[in-house]
């Protein structure tokens, strides 16, 4: 009975203690934009591993849905609570921020669920190699269009989230980044988890293995693609959304393909499809990230450096396709990864 | 009343016309076999009906397929599966070579109500197949190429269905193994599955079905009945050496 909720309590009083640390300021700021973007990173390759570990597709433009996502939440959150130079007085009372601020994160993540569709649609007819540069194309796709937007600032980038968050902290004064990054991670981690265990997530199983086997045993592939692009896409533009609302400003060449890479890498250094890998490495690449950060520019001849040595001497990833359960049966008492 | 019809199916792979205009049907509970040599069209007749998409299908240009009297052209593959109960056995078995035996089988069930007890349908699989209950838990990549065949039978019928196609289920089988999945399929008849076959060994094909059709290079050039394709001559010459 007690042992049923778990997970739950540990994730509660987790997400406590972080709150009341950041509360007090017991942890520095420095420290605790590690741990906000430790979250997004979770979020970006957790929902990368649906495309690429569990469907088998070879996804490399993630960080284009994660732009839209980014800007559509930046935008509608400043156009409709804060004063800014080019919307105007805000639309709706400030006040009401706090309360609509989760739903402007969750309108940029659907925003970018339909820019998703830029990917799935193509991928009816076009499979492996050619869906991975369709991916590309669509990520040069998304940041071109919104450099080429002045309105929105254009390449020199959009900012005025601060003001959102300040009128937020205004009303009740708690570290509110803090919080919502953290109920979105497990809130992606919960309903990727719940997807690849449902019937859908057999499908998606299916189309990985063999998808004319796939197609003969009932699995409407075109569907289930739709479906997992959508997902993965907006999953994705939900950490687009809380990225620019962490650094409280955003401009298009930061979603570059260097950052679909650094997704693609967390994927690849997890494990192919294993949920409970994609956490870990998104933790790992996080703080690995930190750590090098005295090298600065070199750090990016270490990191791709070890990727070389990761791939020489463990090509399946930290966990393989496994789950954490898997390798530690004994936490099946707890939590179910399948 | 015919439960498949196929008439005048004229098909293309890009430019090359693969059926000239073939004609057969089916009747429910029959077992009805497509022989022929190789390249004569067994397979594209199977993709045609089984609506696979591309680049995997073959484009209709004219003709129709009838499924109990409605045409299936527009039909997605997946209602195929779901709605027509037909279910084919791919040549080369396609299965999920990552999965385990059982988690094929629960894969099939993909498109049926979830809330259904299958524990009798797999245990009626395994009665068919003892091979595989011994395999249960093993990757099937692991399986040899007759257990694989198995499989992807048991798969075909996990899925519900009432009608079941195979294309050339007997290849690669040694001789045993063969004449088990044959009677295997007789014994599935008899219970009143339909199945349309399709094969290179004529001569056991014709032996197991109660109709056959002769398919060489795209047409079709001898139809009857299970034994008066034995006895022709030409059929004879042709595939059953002499």
Request: charged share 15%.
């Amino acid at each position: 009975m007690f042992r049923k909720y778990t997970v739950q309590l540990i994730l509660v009083t987790l997400g406590g203690i972080i709150t009341y640390l950041a509360y007090e300021e017991l942890i520095g700021l420095y420290t605790l934009s590690v741990l906000m973007f430790m979250g997004v990173n979770i979020i970006m390759s957790t929902s990368l591993n649906l495309v690429n570990g569990n469907m088998g597709e070879f996804s490399c433009g993630h960080a284009g849905f994660m732009c839209v996502g980014a800007y559509v939440s930046s935008l509608l959150g400043v156009l409709l609570f804060s004063k800014d130079k080019i919307f105007g007085p805000p639309l709706l009372n400030p006040d009401l921020a706090i309360y609509f601020f989760p739903l402007v994160i969750i309108a940029g993540g659907i925003a970018a669920a339909f820019a998703g569709l830029l990917v799935a649609l193509p991928s009816y007819k076009t499979r492996g190699d050619y869906l991975a540069i369709i991916t590309i194309a669509a990520n040069y796709i998304i940041i071109s269009s919104i450099e080429n937007l002045n309105v929105i600032g254009g390449s020199r980038g959009f900012m005025g989230m601060k003001k959102v968050i300040n009128a937020m902290e205004d009303i009740i004064y708690l570290p509110w980044m803090v919080i919502w990054v953290f109920v979105f991670t497990v809130a992606t981690v919960w309903a990727l988890r719940r997807y690849t265990s449902s019937t859908f997530g057999k499908g998606v199983a299916a189309i990985c293995q063999d998808e004319v086997a796939a197609e003969i045993m009932s699995v409407n592939t075109n569907k289930i693609k739709t479906i997992t692009f959508m997902l993965s896409s907006g999953l994705a533009g939900i950490a687009g959304g809380l990225f620019a609302y962490i650094i409280g400003y955003v401009n298009p060449g930061s979603f570059n393909i260097l950052k679909s890479t650094e997704a693609l890498v967390m994927v690849y250094l997890g494990g192919m499809g294993s949920l409970s890998g994609a956490v870990l490495s998104a933790i790992l690449f996080t703080v690995l990230l930190e750590l090098l950060r005295p090298l600065q520019i070199i750090k990016w001849v270490v990191i791709p450096l070890l990727l070389i040595v990761l791939m020489q001497f463990r090509p399946e990833g930290i966990m393989g396709n496994r789950e954490l359960s898997d390798i530690f049966p004994r936490l099946k008492r707890f939590y179910k990864f399948k | 009343m015919t439960l498949l019809a196929v008439e005048n199916l004229v098909v293309k792979y890009g430019n090359i016309q693969a059926l000239h205009g073939i004609n057969f049907h089916v009747n429910p509970g029959e077992i009805v076999t497509l022989i022929g040599a190789n390249g004569a069209g067994k397979t594209t007749s199977l993709y045609a009906i089984t609506r696979l998409p591309p680049p995997e299908a073959p484009r209709v240009v004219s003709g129709d397929i009838l499924f109990e009297g409605n045409s299936i052209l527009k039909t997605p593959p997946s209602t195929v599966v779901k709605d027509l109960k037909l279910a084919l056995v791919p040549e080369g078995r396609h299965i999920f070579g990552n999965l385990t035996v059982m988690e094929n089988l629960v894969l099939a069930t993909y498109a049926r109500d979830q809330k259904i007890d299958f524990s009798k349908e797999y245990q009626r699989i395994f009665d068919l197949f003892p091979r595989l209950a011994e395999r249960k838990d093993q990757r099937s990549e692991s399986l040899s190429g007759g257990e694989q065949q198995m499989l992807a039978v048991g798969r075909a019928l996990m899925t519900g269905c009432t009608f079941l196609l195979l294309d050339e289920p007997s290849m690669g089988l040694a001789p045993v193994l063969k004449y088990d999945l044959f009677r295997t399929l007789k014994r599935l008849n008899e219970e009143g599955m339909t199945i349309l076959l399709i094969e290179q060994n004529a001569n056991l094909a014709l032996h197991l079905a109660h109709r056959g059709y002769v398919l060489d290079t795209g047409e079709i050039v001898a139809e009857g009945t299970a034994e008066k394709l034995l006895g022709n001559p030409e059929v004879k010459k042709a595939y059953l050496g002499g």
